[in-house]
């Protein structure tokens, strides 16, 4: 198998785990606790990183990093044209790329785990609970430590390749070359995300410490929201959220 079907048959089996939890979202009724629960984290993410956001140097890799991973949207546009990515990864673009994809829909498909286990949990609580007492609690129940570190190392990792791409010229024009074929096979929306991000990175002479901000700022979290008490994680993130 070559490195490019590898990445296809991975993308093809993370995204296959999205489709799957979205239909068992639906039939559980828990589309709208999912939702909840991204908008809170969403809200979240930009008040951690209000200092990265207003610096014009740093606000786009900032928004990329909300708006692909950490955002609310619905990807299911962005999904259906990476399920077809296998037919196509290897004949329209580079394989320097192709990582890219793979920590794209690993993170996607950890992410959407996450939260729908998250959902879960805070559905079965009373609605009256103050929201950020209510995500705590949640996130205690649904565990998977290991879980919450590897999203975080698949972040960092996708940051740094882009680091590293974006410094190729040549591949960056290639990348740009791209677009009507890229259109052309239905892949418009993968061609979005990849510019995007490479435009984003770009903008950053040095990533490092945007990067090692992330690290040690959702670490932080991770490790509050699982060893505080979840009164005590629970007013430091509602603190965190009146912060935007």
């Given at each position: 198998?070559?490195?490019?079907s590898q990445?296809?048959?991975?993308?093809?089996?993370?995204?296959?785990?999205?489709?799957?939890?979205?239909?068992?979202?639906?039939?559980?009724?828990?589309v709208?606790a999912?939702?909840?629960?991204?908008?809170?984290?969403?809200?979240?993410?930009?008040?951690?990183?209000?200092?990265f956001?207003a610096?014009?140097?740093?606000?786009?890799?900032?928004?990329?990093?909300?708006?692909e991973?950490?955002?609310?949207h619905?990807?299911?546009?962005?999904?259906?044209?990476?399920?077809?990515?296998?037919?196509?990864?290897?004949?329209?673009?580079?394989?320097?790329?192709?990582?890219?994809?793979?920590?794209?829909?690993?993170?996607?498909?950890?992410?959407?785990?996450?939260d729908?286990?998250?959902?879960?949990?805070?559905?079965?609580?009373?609605p009256?609970?103050?929201?950020?007492?209510?995500?705590?609690?949640?996130?205690?129940?649904?565990?998977?430590?290991?879980?919450?570190?590897r999203?975080?190392?698949?972040?960092?990792?996708m940051?740094?390749?882009?680091?590293r791409?974006?410094?190729?010229?040549?591949?960056?024009?290639?990348?740009?070359?791209?677009?009507?074929?890229a259109?052309?096979?239905?892949?418009?929306?993968?061609?979005?995300?990849?510019?995007?991000?490479?435009?984003?990175?770009?903008?950053?002479?040095?990533?490092?410490?945007?990067?090692?901000a992330?690290?040690?700022?959702?670490?932080?979290?991770?490790?509050?929201?699982?060893?505080?008490?979840?009164?005590?994680?629970?007013?430091?993130?509602?603190?965190?959220?009146?912060r935007?």
């Open positions: 198998m070559t490195p490019a990445a296809a048959h991975r993308i093809g089996a993370h995204l296959s785990r999205v489709s799957s939890l979205r239909e068992q979202a639906s039939a559980a009724g828990l709208q999912v939702h909840q629960v991204k908008q809170l984290q969403a809200q979240r993410f930009r008040a951690t990183y209000t200092d956001l610096d014009a140097q740093h606000a786009p890799a900032t928004r990329f990093f909300l708006e991973l950490y955002g609310e619905d990807f299911r546009e962005r999904d259906n044209q990476f399920g077809r990515i296998a037919s196509a990864i290897e004949r329209l673009f580079p394989e320097a790329v192709a990582q890219l994809a793979v920590d794209l829909a690993e993170t996607h498909a950890l992410t959407e785990t996450l729908h286990q998250l959902a879960t949990h805070w559905l079965d609580q009373d009256a609970t103050p929201a950020a007492l209510r995500y705590a609690q949640s996130w205690r129940l649904t565990g998977r430590h290991a879980d919450r570190h999203q975080l190392a698949v972040v960092l990792h940051g740094a390749e882009l680091q791409l974006t410094r190729m010229v040549t591949l960056r024009i290639a990348l740009k070359m791209m677009r009507r074929p259109q052309a096979a239905g892949l418009y929306a993968l061609q979005q995300f990849l510019e995007r991000g490479f435009d984003a990175f770009a903008t950053m002479s040095d990533a490092s410490r945007f990067l090692s992330i690290e040690q700022r959702e670490r932080r979290w991770i490790d509050t929201l699982f060893e505080a008490d979840a009164a005590n994680a629970a007013q430091l993130l509602q603190a965190e959220l009146m935007t």
